[in-house]
């Protein structure tokens, strides 16, 4: 049974920081992830990390966001810094298997607001 246990998340005003946390549990992840999901649109990537710590960001978090993982537990970060409005929205972290099955945890909100 795979889980997850998400932190992070909370109102924070521009220009802010906040990290996400993301222990995931239950089977060998080969990929690690976050995305997010604003109100009315479609859920988007936002970076990835491989146990080799090759990444994968999305334009629009290019030198804000830094994710990292800690392969012993498993468990993924995502540094935001530099905080825009436009990065409101729920944020979820993904887990890939190398056989390409994906996992994915309950969200947390992260809010954008002055």
């Known amino acids: 049974q795979v889980q997850f246990v998400e932190s992070g998340g909370g109102l924070v005003q521009p220009g802010g920081s906040l990290r996400l946390s993301c222990a995931a549990s239950?089977?060998?992840?080969?990929?690690l992830g976050w995305y997010r999901q604003a109100p009315g649109k479609q859920r988007e990537l936002v970076a990835t990390?491989?146990?080799?710590?090759?990444?994968n960001y999305a334009d629009s978090v290019k030198g804000r966001f830094t994710i990292s993982r800690d392969n012993a537990k498993n468990t993924v970060y995502l540094q935001m810094n530099s905080l825009k409005p436009e990065d409101t929205a729920v944020y979820y972290c993904?887990?890939?298997?190398?056989?390409?099955?994906?996992?994915w945890g309950q969200g947390t909100q992260v809010t954008v607001s002055s």
């Open positions: 993904n887990a890939r298997t190398a056989f390409g099955a994906d996992y």
């Open positions: 239950g089977r060998i992840f080969s990929i």
């Open positions: 990390i491989t146990t080799g710590d090759s990444t």
